[in-house]
């Protein structure tokens, strides 16, 4: 008769920390409970030393890139995003947070300076209100399998081009980045899969299967290095 084993406890792999940055112009609770759904231990707060050290940032939002924009510098946000690029830290930008990570954003003909991670403008572009859908380049890890798949696009705002492609060098072994497109209507930039930066003028968190498809498979991108817990202002999801 076999002996039975002493028992033990299986290793369960830590969630992946998510900060979605509080910059106070947008209710982040809806999006935080998405991204909690998808298997990040999610955290919102503005502190600056957490949104560092996270295994994955979320800029997100639907208010305008000119009332957010002065909250985020004045958390820091700018730095933030900077050196966590530098290190190849995953950011995630949603909404007016991909808006902002372009070098300007046009409202009512009232120009918005963003973070400028990439040249280009957001302006309006001629899309109704409510679901876009999306063309997927070969390669997208994001959004494999969901071509012609409709998101929510509250703000019909987006770039209608993505200059750093018109300048990719031919001899470069850097990763081209990879643009989802809007499909019928006028062409504009859907999302941008660019290294450590991904960004969409799409909100996930209220896309439906797809939508949650895609915020799973980033949180799933993500490796749990951050240390825990952290005391830090905000709440978590």
Known sequence: MP?????????????????????GADDHGPLAQALTS??????????????????????????????????????GADQVVDRRLAGGRAVLALGVGMHVMFTDVVRDGAVTEGLGEWAGVVDS????????????????????GLDGAGFHLPDARAPRTFPLLDDWPADTRLVVPLVTW?????????AVENGPLV??????????PAGAA???????????????PI?????TA
């Not at 809007?182 to 859907?190: H, K």
């Not at 895609?214 to 825990?228: I, M, Q, Y």
């Open 38 to 75: 998808a298997g990040a231990h999610v955290v919102v707060t503005a502190d600056k030393r957490t949104a560092l050290v996270a295994d994955g940032l979320v800029i997100a939002g639907r208010a305008p890139a000119a009332d957010v924009m002065p909250a985020l510098r004045a958390i």
């Open 182 to 190: 809007s499909s019928g209507g006028e062409r504009f930039v859907v």
């Open 125 to 144: 572009v001629d899309a109704p209100p409510g679901e876009v859908a999306v063309q997927v380049p070969a390669g997208s890890a994001l959004f494999e």
């Open 199 to 208: 960004a969409l003028a799409v909100h996930p968190e209220s896309s439906g």
């Open 231 to 235: 005391d830090a202002p905000g709440v």
């Open 3 to 23: 002996r039975r084993s002493r028992g033990y406890r299986v290793p369960v792999p830590a969630q992946p920390l998510v900060v979605v940055l509080d910059h």
């Open 214 to 228: 895609v915020l799973a498979r980033w949180v799933s991108s993500l490796r749990p290095t951050a240390p825990g």
